[in-house]
Nanobody, 126 residues
Framework: QLQFVESGGGLVQPGGSLRLSCRVS????????IGWFRQAPGKERQGVAC??????RTSYADSVKGRFTISRVEQTVYLEMNSLKPEDTAVYYC?????????????????????WGQGTQVTVST
């Protein structure tokens, strides 16, 4: 089973930048995508971006396109966040992607039980 440990969150002013890290460990399926998700207070968890393990293809939610960049170096997946807005405030998680985002990167959505880490808090505020 895959396990994930997120880090890198913090408090940043609007327009600022942060880089989140996700350490991946465990036994992956043959082909899968790693996704970044976020959950704001009182809202459902939503997908932000994902990256395929096959060829590094990426996909983004419309709300973050052009501002966020997902990348992977060995067992660490990064989320570079620029031009941050107050509405980006949320707890950010990474996990095996079980959504249509994975399909957009050319791999099947993850079908096993999703293992969530503790997440990392991102707060965008003056």
């Amino acid at each position: 089973q895959l396990q994930f440990v997120e880090s890198g969150g913090g408090l940043v002013q609007p327009g600022g930048s942060l880089r989140l890290s996700c350490r991946v460990s465990g036994f992956p399926p043959e082909h899968y995508a790693i996704g970044w998700f976020r959950q704001a207070p009182g809202k459902e968890r939503q997908g932000v971006a994902c990256i395929s393990d096959r060829d590094g293809r990426t996909s983004y939610a419309d709300s973050v396109k052009g501002r966020f960049t997902i990348s992977r170096v060995e067992q660490t997946v990064y989320l570079e966040m620029n031009s941050l807005k107050p509405e980006d405030t949320a707890v950010y998680y990474c996990a095996a992607d079980y959504t249509v985002c994975a399909l957009r990167t050319g791999v099947p959505p993850f079908e096993g039980p999703v293992s969530w880490g503790q997440g990392t808090q991102v707060t965008v505020s003056t």
